[in-house]
């Protein structure tokens, strides 16, 4: 018979089974040790050298074999192992080194494999078996989990802000369990939840409950007592009352702020307090910082980034820099901030309840969480200066003392301030309110450009536009930058509807609003600097639109260096101006520089970027590069036939304007097969008055003539005209004067100029000047007219535009006064920005110089 042995805490009767010499009562009552894993972000504990293990790959414990050792810590070892009966599988194996078997270890130990034991969630790591090596050294054999810790897994597979907050949710689940289990984790952090694929499906597995506490049920009467001035767990993952230390207990809601520290980690690539720091500062600066230090909220942490730091974190998130700074701001930003909460009462009182708020975000549903409010924070600076408001105590005291009313003063000031609570309760309610409704305005205003492209009713849409134009400021009062967002989403509706004087004015007055908050450099005020540009180039205000420009392409390149998509984006609007202004070879060069930061970046949700492809196709058109601009047009067709489809709108302006570079090489047929696929495509995805098609049938037209096809022409000119495309009556009033493809018509060619100019805007009295001015076919030539028309133009643009004055200047030397026309012509020239312009323009002053009109000489 085997001699019965006894424990040598309470002599108690051991069964022939138990490791060691005491029983599992008593190993369950010894103290806690701590240890020191992975350098200053791990777990601190405090544990004598051990000796190397002695188990080996191939070796057996139990019914297991060693395949490799896979992990190790202060007091244990994890080895991957193989079971061959009853069923054959790979597990993960934990044993206590040799010569670790100490009273506090062992039950250490036995604390996390009865916390493992008593759980059962698909979230959690699950124990299979456990038992006693030959050496009497417990073991236990959990489920191996094949993964990579979280954020690693994040960043690796660079998971948006809403797959990430998927994965924390069951993160949450897992924990929650736990808890409902009676087990208080108390080391959650990244490296201690392990992402593996289950069916394809990323699945979080929360492991190493080394350091847990049981807080009830079958634990309870056997509670390990943790030795006095112990540091449990990993300071950056530390809630405050751990760092503490003192006799206030331990309980679920410390897990709450480690949830919400890795969750402040999975957003922001960063956790709230550095990890080097804390331990650099030791341990009663540790403590003091987590006790007392407040956290950058989310959003401010990467709005303070370096921007290089920025773009590698929202590379890893799938977002532009921007847009995730703004995906913090409001429900993550209040949520991470209440989990953090260093008084626990105002945590989420549950992981579920953490979760559920997640979820309420996601599904676009008011959240709990809020900001705290003026006398949380009062408070909280009292605790942080009790020395110096105890001393302003006493001095209220003895005011108090010598004063017969102040009793009478407290209580009105009390009622006072209860009462400007409640109404800053009321305030914020109110205030969060119609921030919601700011949000769904944004994101129905953004579904309104596809239906004005289709051509449907906008005279409703107008009214309530104009509506919600005059309750802003009433109804946002007191939130710019929630008002900031809105101005900027109407303006690009106003936009869509062909409205710019409106659209230029909410663009400025997003932008005022911004700067009214935002008095540094600012990633929103920057993109509302570049949309303001963007609107001021498309009304032909060059001059404000270039420094506007400028200045959010300096702000820009402040925030986040040269190497930037959107530096590059505020480069390619420069550019835009440039081109506008004939400053071709600055255009170019704006362009390439853009688009060669651009072009890396290239897929579905970049595709936009091409657009600098086709500005820089249209400028080496413009300069009289044709040859070089076609390529361009054919690369930027091909990107967006990959990531559009095949009838987007947008190759249908490539097509278009692959046709006018072909066009003007002398490929006639190749430039009509073109320009006829881009119509094909605007008359299927777009309404039969927007200006893409009408400018396609226009060009389609001129090419058309161009190869004799007067009668198709006619047709086609036709078409555009009667729609209100200036070019279009300008092309039918000259095939009237010719009589080309329809009857010779001089009544007929007179109404269509007359049609041409209606609208009054500068661009389009120029076209029909210059043709007035400078067309070889008498029939067509109108000096006098072209003179009327051309003074429109220049004095609209303020005599600040040179191809303008060029025109002014073909018309009068057109009417003989050809001192004028050296003298407007001298004029334009001062104003170009290169040399080859000015030489264009100086073959024309020579000719008036010699009372020569133009038409005689081109």
Sequence with gaps: MTESRKCSECGAELPPDAPGDHCLQCLLKLGLTTEQEGGPSGTIKIVPTSPTPTQKPGDWIGAYKLLQQIGEGGCGVVYMAEQEKPVRRRVALKVIKLGMDTKSVIARFEAERQALALMDHPNIAKVLDAGATEAGRPYFVMELVRGIKITDYCDQNNLSTRERLDLFIQICRAIQHAHQKGIIHRDIKPSNILVTMNDGVPTPKVIDFGIAKATHGKLTDQTLFTAFEQFIGTPAYMSPEQAEMSALDIDTRSDIYSLGVLLYELLTGKTPF?????????????????????????????????????????????????????????????????????????????????????????????????????????????????????????????????????????????????????????????????????????????????????????????????????RLDKDLAGQPEVEADLCGTLGLVYYDLGDDTHDEAMQRKALELRRGVNTNDDPQVA???????????????LAEAETVNREALAMRQRL??????????????????????????????????????????????????????????????????????????????????????????????????????????????????????????????????????????????????????????AGLYREAADAGNTDARIGLAGMFTKGEGVPKDAAEAAKWYGKATENGDAESLNDLAWVQATSKDADLRNGTNAVVLAEKAVDQTSRKDPSMLDTLAAAYAETGEFAKAATTENEAISLLPNEKDKEDYGTRLKLYESNSPYHENH
């Design 527 to 541: 993109w509302d600097l570049h949309n303001l540009g963007t609107t001021l180039w498309r009304q032909g205000k």
């Design 274 to 470: 550095d990890a080097k720091e804390l331990i650099e500062a030791g341990l009663d600066g540790i403590r003091r910082t987590i006790r007392e230090k407040e956290p950058a909220r989310p959003s401010t942490r990467l709005s303070t980034m370096l921007g290089a730091d920025l773009t590698v974190v929202a590379k890893h998130r799938n977002a532009e820099p921007p847009r995730l700074i703004h995906l913090m701001r409001g429900d993550l930003d209040w949520i991470v901030m209440k989990a953090l909460e260093k008084d626990r009462t105002r945590r989420y009182e549950t992981a579920n309840g953490l979760a559920a708020d997640i979820q309420r975000h996601l599904s676009n549903e008011p959240v709990v969480a809020c900001p705290p409010g003026n006398l949380y924070k009062f408070q909280k600076l009292v605790r942080r200066n009790k020395l110096v408001f105890i001393a302003a105590s006493v001095v209220i005291t003895a005011l108090i003392i010598g004063l017969g009313v102040s009793l009478w003063m407290f209580v009105q000031e009390k009622k006072a301030r209860q009462q400007a609570e409640a109404e800053k309760r009321i305030a914020e309610t109110e205030a969060a309110r119609s921030a919601e409704v700011a949000k769904f305005m944004q994101d129905m205003l953004k579904g309104v450009g596809p239906g004005v492209a289709l051509g449907r009713d906008t005279t409703l849409l107008r009214e309530i536009l104009d509506q919600t134009v005059e």
């Design 560 to 713: 986040y260096g040269d190497n930037n998509p959107d530096v590059a984006g505020s480069r390619a609007a420069l550019a835009l101006v440039f081109r506008r202004q004939g400053r071709y070879a600055e255009a170019e060069v704006m362009f390439r520089d853009a688009w060669a930061i651009q072009s890396k970046v290239i897929d579905k949700e970049h595709s936009y970027n091409a657009w600098t492809l086709v500005g820089l196709a249209i400028t080496l058109g413009e300069e009289g590069r044709p040859a070089e601009a076609e390529p361009l047009f054919r690369e930027v067709i091909g990107i967006w036939r990959k990531y559009l489809g095949r009838e987007h709108p947008n190759i249908a302006i490539a097509l278009e304007q692959l046709g006018l570079a072909l066009q003007r090489q002398g490929k006639l047929a190749e430039a009509e097969s073109s320009m006829r696929e881009a119509v094909a495509i605007q008359r299927k995805t777009l309404n039969g008055k927007h200006h893409d098609l009408l400018r396609s049938l226009s060009h389609m037209a001129m090419v058309c003539e161009e190869e004799g096809k007067f009668s198709e022409a």
